[in-house]
């Protein structure tokens, strides 16, 4: 019988734990079925207002001068004087460097004297061909009297009242008087081409003078207008060279602005150019905004594009020789245009809209970049999707998708 008992108090002591549990596990609460809930995306949105607005392109110039004054040396010499620095503001005929006069002078007096000496032979040449003149016409009436002294001997030997000797005598001193004729008259032949000869002469030796005494002139370096001194390449004491570069400045409101234009847009700057619609460009924000004007193209253009040169406005500020600016070229506007942030774009022309609180996507058609009055730079889009007032998601979602469930930030 212990042995009985043994074995089933066990057994009921289970079964007892079996029947509690299932007691509480029946009187337990019920607990209600969970729900699930759609999740709402927050979002900023732009009122869609059309406007009629002009899409710009990014450019990158460099200012130069069609008039950078770049000095050389006139001649080989020794640099005496630098009075400016580069950098330096300086007004028309200032002087700005000058080489050691006695490098030049010599030349000059050489040159003078190289004129004064022909000078003087050409007035020896026309003192001696008066004289020559003169003395003509004495030969002249020698000649006649010698001819006339060989027929007076020719007929006293006739007679027998000369001798053989003086008649030859008198046809010797005849051929004297001939040659010494025929020798002035051909002296006197020959006065213009002597004439032409110095002459030609004079005028080499008064070129040499001018150009030593432009070289002169050119050995003091002055300013042919007011302007900026861009480079010096000189210093006091330096041996230079001739048409070795001393230094060279420029004119501000000369500079002009070199941008590279792609290919893709030269067609569009053709038919505004054509059209009389101003290509203007602006550069900066707030008080250093400047602003570009298109003048004109240049003469050459390779596979990349063409250069375009800008004149800088009055009053946008400064810019020196050389310096580059990054500036946005405006372009033809355009009808039915928004500016909006580059966060509306998916892709390519993606973007959504939100409709009763669900995002639609819709096309849309980049016409490029905008940039506000502030500065900021915006992209430029339309789409026939589009209607005043709709609201436009600027938020870039990473999940977003058509019918997403959204609703708009209140911008307090």
């Known amino acids: 019988m212990k042995r009985i008992v043994i074995i089933l108090l066990p057994i009921l002591i289970l079964m007892f734990s079996v029947s509690v549990f299932m ?47 770049k000095a050389a040396a006139p001649a080989a010499s020794r640099v005496q004087q630098v009075l400016v620095r580069e950098g330096d503001a300086v007004e028309k005929g200032q002087l700005l460097l000058a080489l050691d006069p006695r490098d030049f002078l ?56 000369g001798s053989e000797a003086e008649l030859d005598q008198a046809r010797q001193e005849l051929a004297r008087q001939s040659l010494s004729f025929t020798s002035r008259e051909l002296a006197i032949a020959d006065h213009p081409a002597r004439i032409q000869a110095l002459e030609a002469r004079l005028q080499k030796a008064t070129a040499g003078l001018a150009q030593a005494e432009l070289d002169f002139e050119r050995s003091r370096i002055t300013a042919p207008y007011a302007g900026l001194i861009a480079t010096v390449e000189a210093a006091e004491g330096n041996q230079v060279s001739a048409n070795q570069q001393l230094l060279s400045m420029y ?51 390779d596979p990349s594009g063409i ?20 500036f946005a070229l405006q372009r033809r506007p355009r009808e039915g245009a928004l500016a909006v942030p580059y966060s509306v774009l998916y892709g390519e022309d993606l973007a959504y809209k939100l409709i009763q609180g669900r995002m639609q996507a819709l096309r849309l058609e980049v016409l490029g970049s905008y940039v506000r009055e502030n500065g900021v730079e915006q992209l430029l889009v339309r789409s026939d999707q589009l209607s005043a007032g709709d ?13 997403l469930r959204a609703e708009a930030v209140v911008d307090e």
């Open 23 to 69: 007691s509480l596990r029946a009187s337990r609460p019920e607990q209600p079925a969970a729900m699930t809930k759609e999740r709402v995306w927050r979002v900023e949105v732009l009122e869609v207002v059309p406007d009629t607005l002009a899409p710009s392109v990014t450019l990158y110039g460099r200012a130069e001068t069609p008039t950078l004054f």
């Open 391 to 403: 609201k436009l998601v600027i938020t870039h979602l990473p999940n977003a998708m058509d019918g």
């Open 307 to 326: 250069d375009a040169l800008f004149a800088i406005e009055p009053g946008s500020g400064s810019l020196r020789s050389g310096q580059i600016v990054q």
């Open 251 to 301: 004119d501000p409101a000369s500079l002009e602005l070199r941008a590279r234009v792609p290919t893709p847009y030269l067609d569009e700057l053709e038919q505004s150019r054509r059209s009389g619609h101003p290509m203007i460009g602006f550069a900066g924000q707030g008080g250093r905004r400047m602003q570009f004007r298109l003048l004109r193209l240049a003469g050459e253009a």
């Open 106 to 161: 010599p030349r000059v007096e050489q040159a003078r004297a190289d004129v004064a000496e022909l000078e003087a032979q050409l007035r020896s040449e026309r003192i001696r061909q008066r004289s020559d003149l003169t003395a003509l016409e004495y030969e002249r009436k020698l000649l006649e009297l010698s001819s006339q002294e060989v027929d007076r001997a020719r007929r006293l030997q006739t007679k027998k009242l």
